[in-house]
Nanobody, 125 residues
Framework: QVQLVESGGGLAHPGGSLTLSCVTSGNIFRIFPMGWYRQALGKQRELVASIGNDDKTNYAASVKGRFTISRDSAKDTVYLQMDSLKPEDSAVYYC???????????????????WGPGTQVTVSS
């Protein structure tokens, strides 16, 4: 059974940093490339970062150069290091699999059957 548990969100000032974690179970981590998605209030959930099983990473233009996605195969965990945060980064962040190749960065997330609870990131002065 797939489980995705995101954590690490919180309140940050503009220019600050946060590190998100996503613990996975159910083999999703080992079968699929993984990604971080976010959903801001009133907007669609979008893919912002992806990492393949070969550790190749890709980013949406809105976060490129500021966010870093990584994975720990021993822990079945995906991370998102977020630096130089902006108010427009405020959203609920989720991790999930990637099924479109190449990844549809910056586009609406597919309607997967399962999503974790997400973790809220708020960037405000």
């Amino acid at each position: 059974q797939v489980q995705l548990v995101e954590s690490g969100g919180g309140l940050a000032h503009p220019g600050g940093s946060l590190t998100l974690s996503c613990v996975t179970s159910g083999n999703i981590f080992r079968i699929f490339p993984m990604g971080w998605y976010r959903q801001a209030l009133g907007k669609q959930r979008e893919l912002v970062a992806s990492i393949g099983n070969d550790d190749k990473t890709n980013y949406a233009a809105s976060v490129k150069g500021r966010f870093t996605i990584s994975r720990d195969s021993a822990k079945d965990t995906v991370y998102l290091q977020m630096d130089s945060l902006k108010p427009e980064d405020s959203a609920v962040y989720y991790c999930n699999k990637i099924t479109d190749l190449p990844p549809r960065l910056g586009e609406a997330a597919p309607p997967f059957n399962y999503w974790g609870p997400g973790t809220q990131v708020t960037v405000s002065s």
